[in-house]
């Protein structure tokens, strides 16, 4: 079975601090494991992607997220957050020979001025 | 290159009414999704499909049903409208590239309000 979990329902930080939100996941196989951010009345928007490959991954916006298999996490990074960043993201997975794509209950990211 | 579009954006329902969620993707892609999002809430997967003819339940099918008789689209039947399914719904849909998982691609959503 798979599952993916999202500790926390906020995360507040500061402008030009850095954020992290975080992300913990449950499969049976290699992980594929995705970001995705929302932002009012839209659809989600592709942040980044862990296929395969360096565990440190870089994707759109200047964020980043680290694979960690021994942690079984896959938490979001940004060096330097935006009142801009301010969203609604969301953590996904599926797996090798996995038709399903499951999303965590998603994290709300306000970045305060 | 339209993506995954979704009709209609906003709909309101009567109890006990039915209606079809439309979703049609342009990008060839197999794997197709249907989600629903409640207030402040996450996704939860509602159907799937891996490609024409083929389709399965997701986490929460009851009360929908789907089909996928071509590629492209893969409309949500809603029977018997009821107060719970007051939600907004995605589409998704992705491929396989080389034998792995692409990212998802999803659509604008469908605002649907029964009453």
């Known amino acids: 079975a798979q599952s993916v979990a999202q500790p926390e329902d906020q995360v507040n930080v500061a402008e030009g601090n850095p954020l992290t939100v975080k992300c913990t996941y449950s499969v049976s196989g290699n992980p594929y494991l995705f970001w995705y951010v929302q932002y009012p009345n839209r659809g989600l928007q592709f942040l980044l992607k862990?296929?395969?490959?360096?565990?440190l991954v870089k994707g759109s916006y200047g964020f980043e997220a680290e694979f960690n298999k021994s942690q079984t996490s896959f938490h979001l990074k940004k060096p330097s957050a935006l009142v801009s960043d301010s969203a609604l993201y969301f953590c996904a997975v599926t797996s090798t020979g996995a038709n399903n794509l499951f999303f965590g209950t998603g994290t709300r990211l306000t970045v305060i001025p | 290159n339209a993506g995954v579009t979704q009709t209609p954006k906003f709909r309101i329902l009567k109890i006990g009414q039915s209606m079809t969620l439309q979703c049609a993707q342009d990008?060839?892609?197999?794997?197709m999704y249907w989600y629903r999002q409640d207030p402040g809430m996450g996704l939860k997967l509602i159907y799937y499909s891996v490609g024409a003819g083929i389709t399965d339940k997701g986490e929460v099918p009851n009360g929908y049903n789907v089909s996928r008789s071509t590629t492209e689209d893969f409309p949500l039947r809603l029977e018997l409208a009821a107060p719970s399914q007051t939600s907004v719904y995605f589409c998704a849909s992705r491929t396989n590239y080389r034998g792995m998982n692409t990212e998802a691609f999803f659509g604008q959503g469908t605002r649907l309000t029964v009453v």
């Open positions: 990008m060839n892609h197999n794997y």
């Open positions: 862990y296929i395969t490959g360096d565990n």
